[in-house]
């Protein structure tokens, strides 16, 4: 089992409950491959750099992960699907 750090960005069409409910499924992708969410902390709402997709501003959400390295890889492939996530970025947290 290795950390991660999960940065995610949201589309901000959702409204709060979209995102907490878009929150709680993606717990819930990360229990079901045996892993473990140790901390959430939702951002809120900030302007991008630059345009993603047509869109200014995005919900930020920082994850910290425990899981398996080859259950991670199956995880990101999931997110590159969902059409609400603007970005996403995870990396394995130093030791």
């Known amino acids: 089992m290795r950390d ?3 940065v995610t960005i949201w589309n901000t069409d959702l409204g709060e409950d979209g995102v907490g409910s878009a929150l709680e499924r993606l ?3 990360v229990t079901t491959r045996g892993g473990e ?8 709402r900030r302007r991008l750099a630059y345009y993603i997709g047509g ?7 920082v994850m ?3 899981m398996d390295p080859d ?10 699907l969902n059409e609400n996530l603007l970005r996403h970025l995870m990396v ?4």
């Open 92 to 95: 394995r947290k130093d030791e």
């Open 37 to 44: 969410v140790t901390d959430t902390n939702v951002w809120g």
């Open 71 to 80: 259950r991670a890889a199956e995880l990101e492939g999931q997110l590159r």
């Open 4 to 6: 991660y750090e999960l």
């Open 27 to 29: 717990n819930g992708a």
């Open 64 to 66: 910290q992960l425990t």
């Open 55 to 61: 869109h200014g501003e995005g919900v930020y959400c």
